[in-house]
C-alpha cells in the first residue's frame, strides 16, 4: 500500500516562510511527477506547482517567484518551500504522485491526506 504523507503546515503571518514536505511509502515501483494542489474554503482545487522526475518544474502564475518546488528522488520526498505568503495562499495542501506499484506495474494518481497552511495579515 502506498502512503503520501504530508508535513510542515501552520500559521504564519504575511511576509513569512514555511517549508512543506511530502514523503512517499510502502512498496512501488517508481515515483513520477510530483506536485502540490491547494483547495482554499468555498473554492476548487487547484494546482500549485509540478516538478517531473527528471527535475522539471511548472507553477501557477499566482505563485511564481514565492514558491519553490524540489524533490529529493533517493528519499522519494517532494517540498514546497513557500516565500513571501500572503492571507491568500492560505489553504490546505494535498501531496500529489504519479506512481507505479509493484503488483501490476498500473500508474496510479495518489494523493495525501492534506495539511492547512494559515497566513494572517
Known amino acids: 500500500q502506498v502512503q503520501l504523507v504530508e508535513s510542515g503546515g501552520g500559521l504564519v503571518q504575511a511576509g513569512g516562510s514555511l517549508r512543506l514536505s511530502c514523503a512517499v511509502s510502502?512498496?512501488?515501483?517508481?515515483?513520477?511527477?510530483m506536485g502540490w494542489y491547494r483547495q482554499a474554503p468555498g473554492e476548487q482545487r487547484e494546482l500549485v506547482a509540478v516538478?517531473?522526475?527528471?527535475?522539471?518544474?511548472d507553477y501557477a502564475e499566482s505563485v511564481k517567484d514565492r514558491f519553490t518546488i524540489s524533490r529529493d528522488n533517493a528519499k522519494n520526498t517532494v517540498y514546497l518551500q513557500m516565500n513571501s505568503l500572503k492571507p491568500e495562499d492560505t489553504a490546505v495542501y494535498y501531496c500529489?504522485?504519479?506512481?507505479?506499484?509493484?503488483?501490476?506495474?498500473?500508474?496510479?494518481?495518489?494523493w495525501g491526506k492534506g495539511t492547512l497552511v494559515t497566513v494572517s495579515s
Open positions: 516538478i517531473t522526475s527528471g527535475g522539471s518544474t
Open positions: 510502502g512498496r512501488f515501483f517508481s515515483v513520477n511527477a
Open positions: 500529489n504522485a504519479r506512481i507505479v506499484i509493484t503488483t501490476t506495474y498500473a500508474d496510479l494518481n495518489c
